[in-house]
């Protein structure tokens, strides 16, 4: 159902600009190169997209870039579009005499460059969301604490640009967290993509220290390995290289910080997400003992928290990532709300919270538009005070 409603999007993004320039601007002219340059792309556009979802095998390395170029054509023609009514609407109602269409042509070319800035700068512009958390369970010890969280570097997809992450690391460091979390996909598929970033990583600090979980990219489910022990071998040596790196790694365990003679309760579960994505979460073994705590937990899907968390945990602040909000957002608009209830920033149940960040990296397509890589900081309040 997901994928049908996203089809149909898609769909309607491709055809119906093109649609409404035909009928309101074309039909009836003899403007033959015009009407060929309004469809043919359109056309174009179509046969890859029925082509890379039949061959994706084979073209999945180039499916970012049919993305970017297809959103060069269509978010430009639909603001065209939305322009051209309004505009149409206007000289109706007033019996004015506007010129639409040059006029419409106007932000549709803005939007063409806010598109192409997202494909060659969008990526790299990191943005710091400062967020706070207030509860009543809060020791007031840790009144103010502040807790940085990343997620979704996806190593994988920052080959060869590893000064765009020392910047990343060194913005992180300037925050003086007491406390950094890591919620899952730092990798794409493999270990090995961490080789050419694993110093930079090292480099992220903390008072209390660095910790993280698992995501479902993490568990190398989207790449053809030889056997499922060459997968198995590959987590085992993901979770390894984190250690190196002093990110200490709670699969379905918990941590203890402590302050003067208060303590608060870090808990991290393993992927919890809906089909597709695997679903290795504990959260009953990962929470023992941190009964009667201040919890924060760290689970990588959002979805978790609705499904598991809120009706069988008393836990208070869940930190999750997955969603990259799609990694496009028009107009605080953003595709991922079709299919997470729960996909960008802080989401409240009662007295108790969810924030979902939504990533630093980037994956299946170079390009964030106005989704922006993002550095959590989250302050915990003690509401009482």
């Not at 990583?201 to 979980?213: M, N, W």
């Not at 997968?231 to 200490?248: F, H, P, T, Y």
Request: glycine letters at 8%.
């Amino acid at each position: 159902m997901i994928l049908l409603r996203v089809t149909i999007f898609f769909l309607l993004l491709l055809l119906l600009p093109d649609w409404y320039i035909h009928r309101t601007y074309l039909r009836g002219k003899n403007n033959k190169l015009y009407k060929r340059l309004l469809w043919w792309p359109t056309i174009i556009l179509l046969v890859l997209l029925g082509g890379s979802v039949a061959f994706h095998d084979y073209v999945r390395d180039f499916f970012g870039i049919y993305l970017i170029v297809t959103l060069c054509f269509c978010i430009p023609k639909l603001t065209f579009m939305l322009f051209s009514l309004l505009l149409r609407g206007i000289n109706k109602v007033c019996r004015t005499n506007l010129p639409h269409a040059a006029i419409s042509a106007l932000p549709a070319l803005a939007v063409l460059g806010y598109i192409l800035f997202g494909a060659i700068k969008g990526k790299e512009n990191f943005k710091v969301r400062e967020v706070t958390f207030s509860s009543a369970n809060l020791p007031k010890s840790f009144d103010g604490y502040r807790i940085l969280q990343l997620s979704d570097i996806h190593s994988g997809s920052w080959k060869g640009n590893a000064k765009a992450l020392k910047k990343a690391i060194e913005l992180c460091n300037s925050q003086n967290a007491d406390l950094a979390l890591f919620t899952g996909d730092l990798v794409n598929s493999r270990a090995d993509e961490l080789l050419e970033f694993k110093d930079i990583f090292a480099g992220l600090k903390a008072k209390d220290g660095v910790y993280s979980v698992l995501g479902n990219h993490d568990y190398g489910t989207y790449v053809n390995w030889n056997s499922e022990a060459d997968r198995l071998a590959n987590i085992d040596s993901l979770i390894a290289r984190e250690n190196m790196m002093g990110w200490k790694m709670l699969n379905n365990s918990h941590t203890i910080i402590k302050r003067d003679t208060d303590s608060i309760a870090v808990i991290g579960v393993e992927n919890s997400g809906r089909p597709p994505f695997p679903d290795y979460a504990k959260l009953k073994e990962a929470s023992a003992g941190t009964e009667g705590m201040f919890q924060v937990l760290m689970s990588h899907d959002p979805t978790h928290w609705r499904r598991e968390v809120l009706p069988k945990s008393d836990i208070e602040l869940t930190l999750s990532g997955h969603t990259h909000d799609m990694q496009i957002t028009f107009f605080g608009l953003s595709v991922s709300s079709f299919i997470y209830p729960e996909h960008n920033g802080m989401y409240m149940e009662g007295d108790r919270g969810l924030y979902v960040n939504i990533g630093l990296g980037h994956v299946l397509f170079p390009m964030r538009l106005g989704a922006w890589p993002e550095i959590t900081i989250i302050t915990l309040k003690n509401s009482k005070t």
